[in-house]
């Protein structure tokens, strides 16, 4: 057996956390930033998370600043720099279904794209099938019977999406990020 006489206690001081930055987007959609010749949406990011909602809500928004589609979790932990579990587990402390969570991701992280088209979503996920599509615009509140114009506003997706409750934390947070003006 070893002797761990050369170990010290050592005093842990806790410093409080600032109260969390968020960055206010007005009219997210109409706002860009020029970044070489490719325009690029701004994306906002809460600074410091001080809750498990804000913490879950920064994951989505890293998400969608993504080039890949997050189509499995474990690329979407990856993208984000967290380990497949503590992806998992805070969707599940929200009450979100990690899977229904990261499908409302690459939703959203579409919408945030210049580039984005209705009518061309399925050239911006990964899919393979047209179920999946459906079954993803469906819940995303697009589906075939929707009336949806040429552009959807982030507002518009969080009001009619079927992925995560509307009384969610972590929607709510990711709500009031974008309707701050």
């Known amino acids: 057996m070893t002797m761990l006489s050369g170990l010290r206690p050592a005093l842990h001081v806790s410093v409080s956390q600032p109260v969390p930055e968020l960055k206010p987007v007005p009219e997210l959609a109409a706002k860009r930033q020029q970044s070489g010749s490719q325009m690029m949406s701004v994306v906002p990011e809460i600074v410091h998370p001080t809750s498990m909602a804000e913490r879950w809500a920064s994951y989505v928004l890293g998400a969608c600043k993504s080039e890949r589609d997050p189509r499995t979790l474990g690329i979407w932990a990856r993208q984000i720099g967290v380990s497949y579990t503590t992806l998992c587990e805070s969707c599940r402390l929200i009450d979100v279904q990690p899977r229904h969570a990261r499908d409302f991701t690459r939703v959203l992280r579409i919408i945030f794209m210049p580039a984005f088209d209705f009518r061309k979503m399925a050239s911006f996920l990964d899919i393979s099938d047209k179920r999946t599509l459906n079954s993803i615009l469906q819940t995303a509140g697009m589906g075939q019977h929707a009336a949806i114009s040429h552009h959807i506003?982030?507002?518009?997706?969080?009001?009619?999406?079927?992925f995560i409750a509307r009384e969610n934390p972590g929607l709510i947070i990711?709500?009031?990020?974008?309707v701050e003006t």
């Open 153 to 162: 506003s982030v507002g518009s997706f969080l009001d009619n999406q079927q």
């Open 174 to 178: 990711l709500r009031n990020i974008f």
